[in-house]
């Protein structure tokens, strides 16, 4: 299959939410588009902008297009992107997951990951767009509440957007790949 621009999940998705107090009727700002992912982002840079905030490995498009349709196949999965309309690129991106339970009456949990802003467009609040967008997206999708893990040193950017720090540990087993 080729890539294409068919959006891993409808778009309807994001309109009208009320990010920072105004309402993102059309998610279009300046030379800037805010969209769900698509397989052709991989060829405007998606893994490069993802590379900026961890290893991304070799990835071919056709792993990354198996991925993409896993993700579709599943339906849990929020991939959002920001595009520099002017030349195409992904500048941007971030990732919410919903967990289904049996607890609390078949709950619903978000999980926002992998969020990172390409350097050169940093402190221009793409960071603040992204994890708004996908906070309110998981309630929207009737999440009882959203989660994430950051590094201490980052912890102030999300407490801005409401996030406060778990009483919790993040505990974790690695399998060395
Ligand atoms: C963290 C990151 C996503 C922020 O993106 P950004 O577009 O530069 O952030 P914004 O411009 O939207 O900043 C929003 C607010 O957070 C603050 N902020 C930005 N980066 C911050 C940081 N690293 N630590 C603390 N506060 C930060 C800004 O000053 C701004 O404050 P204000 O609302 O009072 O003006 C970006 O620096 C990045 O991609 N870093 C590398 C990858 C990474 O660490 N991702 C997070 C993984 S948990």
Not at 58 to 67: A, G, K, L, Q, Y
Not at 106 to 129: I, Y
Not at 132 to 146: D, N, W
Request: hydrophobic residues 40%.
């Amino acid at each position: 299959m080729a890539l294409n621009d068919i959006p891993l999940f409808d778009e309807v998705l994001l309109r009208n939410l009320p990010v920072d107090n105004q309402v993102i009727s059309e998610p279009n700002m300046d030379g800037l588009r805010l969209r769900p992912l698509c397989t052709r982002d991989f060829d405007r840079g998606f893994m490069k902008t993802l590379a900026q905030l961890t290893d991304v490995g070799d990835v071919s498009p056709e792993t990354f297009i198996d991925r993409f349709e896993e993700m579709k196949r599943l339906g849990n999965h929020y991939v959002v992107v920001v595009e520099d309309t002017d030349n195409g690129s992904v500048v941007a991106t971030a990732l919410l997951i919903l967990e289904r339970k049996f607890i609390h009456a078949c709950t619903t949990r978000g999980r926002v990951e992998d969020v990172v802003v390409c350097s050169s467009v940093r402190g221009k609040g793409l960071g603040k767009l992204l994890v708004s967008t996908l906070t309110l997206l998981a309630e929207r999708l009737g999440c009882y509440k959203v989660t994430l893990e950051c590094k201490p040193a980052i912890s102030s950017f999300y407490e801005r957007l409401g996030y406060t720090v778990s009483e919790e540990l993040y505990m974790q087993r690695r399998f060395g790949h």
